[in-house]
């Protein structure tokens, strides 16, 4: 199984300013002396678009300011491939997020874009939308981030799915259901069809069970909790969920 990684673009280990490409090339080079034949695909930074990251580069969140970081004379690229020459760098991506995608795309240096996609937001889940219509919008999210790499005359660019699922922040009842678990199912076959060869669901093991998110009546379930996993990582992340204060045991599979 391919792991896809994630290094550090916000800060330096001192946390007086932005990432060091010479931390992320370091892991690299431990990776291959490693002999990880598993270890190729390497992520600058996590949805750094976005304010809730931490970032200390002067300009934070700054598409330019990443590009510059990434594709310089001695960026993130240039230093991570000269430390194993098969590692394959990527960019984060968020088509109709401004103009990021934009910028980056057309300046930075990458092997590939990593994107996050979540169906829904939190507080306004719908059985009906997610079963009937959402795989489908993930299928025009791709196409409209393949019209951005065509722009660019970079069509041919592979996309990872980074993180996906049903709601975008504090799961509720949906998730623990059925629902949440047909979805998962079809957006995988829909990324089958849209030819996308990796992709993981957030996510696998190690989260925590929500109390007190979406509910309501009008869901699908009978759990009065919510959480992204699909194993349980015991107590205490999946210690005290719902209001009976269930203990749900390390290794139970849940719907997702």
Same mark, same amino acid.
């Given at each position: 199984?391919?792991?896809?990684?994630?290094?550090?673009?916000?800060?330096?280990?001192?946390?007086?300013?932005?990432?060091?490409?010479?931390?992320?090339? +370091?892991?690299?080079?431990? !990776?291959?002396?490693?002999?990880?034949? @598993?270890?190729?695909?390497?992520?600058?930074?996590?949805?750094?678009?976005?304010?809730?990251?931490?970032?200390?580069?002067?300009?934070?969140?700054? +598409?330019?300011?990443?590009?510059?970081?990434?594709?310089?004379?001695?960026?993130?690229?240039?230093?991570?491939? !000269?430390?194993?020459?098969?590692?394959?760098?990527?960019?984060?991506?968020?088509?109709?997020?401004?103009?990021?995608?934009?910028?980056?795309?057309? $300046? !930075?240096?990458?092997?590939?874009?990593?994107?996050?996609?979540?169906?829904?937001?939190?507080?306004?889940?719908?059985?009906?939308?997610?079963?009937?219509?959402?795989?489908?919008?993930?299928?025009?999210?791709? !196409?409209? *981030?393949?019209?951005?790499?065509?722009?660019?005359?970079?069509?041919?660019?592979?996309?990872?799915?980074?993180?996906?699922?049903?709601?975008?922040?504090?799961?509720?009842?949906?998730?623990?259901?059925?629902?949440?678990?047909?979805?998962?199912?079809?957006?995988?076959?829909?990324? *089958?069809?849209?030819?996308?060869?990796?992709?993981?669901?957030?996510?696998?093991?190690?989260?925590?069970?929500? $109390?007190?998110? @979406?509910?309501?009546?009008?869901?699908? &379930?009978?759990?009065?909790?919510? &959480?992204?996993?699909?194993?349980? +990582?015991? +107590?205490?992340?999946?210690?005290?969920?719902?209001?009976?204060?269930?203990?749900?045991?390390?290794?139970?599979?849940?719907?997702?």
């Amino acid at each position: 199984m391919e792991l896809a990684l994630t290094v550090n673009y916000g800060s330096n280990s001192a946390c007086t300013g932005g990432g060091d490409p010479a931390e992320a090339a +370091a892991w690299v080079a431990h !990776a291959k002396s490693q002999g990880y034949s @598993n270890v190729h695909h390497w992520t600058v930074g996590n949805e750094v678009f976005g304010g809730w990251e931490f970032d200390l580069h002067a300009k934070a969140h700054d +598409a330019a300011t990443y590009a510059a970081a990434v594709g310089g004379s001695n960026g993130y690229y240039q230093q991570m491939k !000269a430390a194993d020459s098969t590692a394959q760098v990527g960019v984060v991506v968020s088509p109709g997020f401004g103009n990021w995608d934009g910028i980056v795309l057309a $300046n !930075a240096k990458y092997d590939f874009v990593e994107l996050h996609w979540y169906a829904q937001e939190t507080g306004r889940e719908s059985d009906s939308y997610l079963l009937n219509q959402a795989p489908a919008e993930l299928t025009s999210e791709l !196409a409209a *981030l393949r019209a951005e790499l065509a722009a660019v005359g970079k069509a041919n660019t592979p996309i990872l799915i980074g993180e996906f699922n049903s709601v975008n922040e504090s799961p509720g009842k949906q998730t623990m259901s059925i629902v949440n678990a047909l979805f998962i199912g079809m957006t995988y076959g829909e990324l *089958l069809n849209d030819n996308v060869s990796m992709a993981t669901s957030w996510f696998g093991y190690g989260g925590t069970c929500n $109390n007190g998110n @979406n509910n309501s009546s009008s869901l699908y &379930g009978f759990q009065s909790f919510g &959480g992204y996993d699909q194993v349980s +990582a015991g +107590a205490p992340g999946w210690g005290n969920c719902g209001p009976s204060s269930l203990t749900i045991p390390a290794g139970t599979v849940l719907p997702n």
